[in-house]
């Protein structure tokens, strides 16, 4: 396990030779195969009228949910963001994204009013 998985909680000074810290483990789970994803697109607004598309229920790890986030931006032509275990797109995008995430094999579906 690398450093930067491992946590150090509850911090002491100690003098007995034998004393362990506690670590807390952050492994993030494997990414599953895109066929196994069950991905849901809201469409959420913000103040002021605007309006998000939300991709919801992504497993896997951080890095590969941030690929996938830049790949849709880039075929939606709009910014959005990766955070909270979401995937945001400005604007509503929702039909062109469950074409795009179909064409990847996802399982994707409309959800939300």
């Known amino acids: ?55 919801s229920g992504f497993v896997g790890k951080t890095g590969d949910m941030e690929a996938l986030g830049k790949i849709l931006k880039q075929k939606c032509g709009g910014g959005g963001s990766v955070k909270d275990g979401n995937i945001l797109i400005q604007g509503d995008h929702r039909d062109k994204l469950v074409k795009i995430l179909t064409e990847l094999r996802y ?7």
């Not at 930067?4 to 362990?20: A, D, G, L, M, R």
């Not at 399982?107 to 009013?113: E, I, L, P, S, T």
């Open 1 to 55: 396990m690398s450093k930067k998985n491992k946590k150090i909680i509850n911090v002491v000074y100690s003098t007995n030779p034998n004393f362990k810290f506690e670590t807390e483990n952050t492994d993030e789970e494997e990414t599953k195969e895109p066929l196994k994803q069950d991905l849901r697109i809201f469409l959420d607004r913000l103040g002021g009228g605007k309006m998000v598309t939300r991709i």
């Open 107 to 113: 399982k994707v579906k409309k959800a939300g009013g």
